[in-house]
């Protein structure tokens, strides 16, 4: 089967402009997560979907991070506008059911690295 | 909330030689436990995984780890490395009936020849 998709791949923006990454989940998964991962620091969570509902975004810094998954399918992640502390790699990931707190395996996608000059 | 500590950034080895991987973590209420596999410009890939039953699990390439309670650890080790086991490993954790897992920061191991 087809892994989790993401674009693009890499992205190197100024800071104060706008970025958008793009996610497709593996068929059929019904959660979708955010992680962003600064070097040398594991994955942190950004926002967790449950189909097209928000499920935890508590670290989300929704100022200038906001993200969406309106057809329960796939997702974008947008920041605007950006800070030079928001160069990180950005992971997404599905699961198949509502079962993360029961030790529910998630599968990433390739990431996409965002450079802010 | 939960945490994860990685003890080791770097662990340089030979090829064939045995290693660990050290992994602690603390939290107040009963977890499951994960161990994934970064390699260069991949994303992560579950290695293994402890939820309940027995406290060693073991993954298909010949990796396994030990769920310690009572230490509250769960280090990842390998009898004998392959040069193809140079990657970035993330130990994670995540509560009963939580959503948010948290990681490590990583260790990166590298197998030379």
């Known amino acids: 089967e087809a892994g989790v998709a993401q674009s693009p791949r890499y992205k190197i923006i100024e800071k104060r402009q706008s970025v958008a990454f793009w996610c497709n989940p593996i068929?059929?998964?019904?959660?979708l997560y955010w992680y962003q991962q600064i070097l040398g620091q594991g994955p942190k969570l950004l926002i967790q979907?449950?189909?097209?509902?928000?499920?935890?975004d508590s670290q989300l810094p929704k100022d200038r991070f906001s993200a969406e998954r309106l057809k329960g399918v796939d997702s974008t992640l947008k920041i605007q506008p950006a800070k030079l502390e928001d160069s990180a790699v950005y992971l997404c990931a599905s699961s198949l059911g509502f079962l993360a707190g029961q030790g529910e395996t998630q599968y990433f996608g390739p990431g996409t690295r965002l450079l802010v000059l | 909330a939960q945490s994860v500590t990685q003890l080791d950034s770097q662990v340089p080895v030979f090829e064939e030689a045995p290693v660990e991987l050290r992994c602690n973590y603390s939290?107040?209420?009963?977890?499951?436990l994960f161990w994934y596999v970064q390699y260069p410009n991949q994303g992560l890939q579950l290695l293994l995984k402890?939820?309940?039953?027995?406290?060693l699990v073991e993954s298909i390439n010949g990796f396994e780890a030990e769920f310690n309670k009572s230490q509250t650890s769960f280090h990842l080790r390998k009898p004998s490395v392959h040069i193809s086991d140079t990657a970035e490993y993330f130990c994670a954790v995540i509560e009963n009936n939580n959503n948010d897992m948290r990681f490590g920061a990583g260790t990166r191991l590298t197998v030379k020849p």
């Open positions: 979907f449950q189909n097209n509902g928000v499920v935890d």
């Open positions: 939290s107040s209420v009963s977890v499951y």
């Open positions: 402890y939820l309940s039953g027995s406290t």
């Open positions: 068929s059929g998964h019904a959660t």
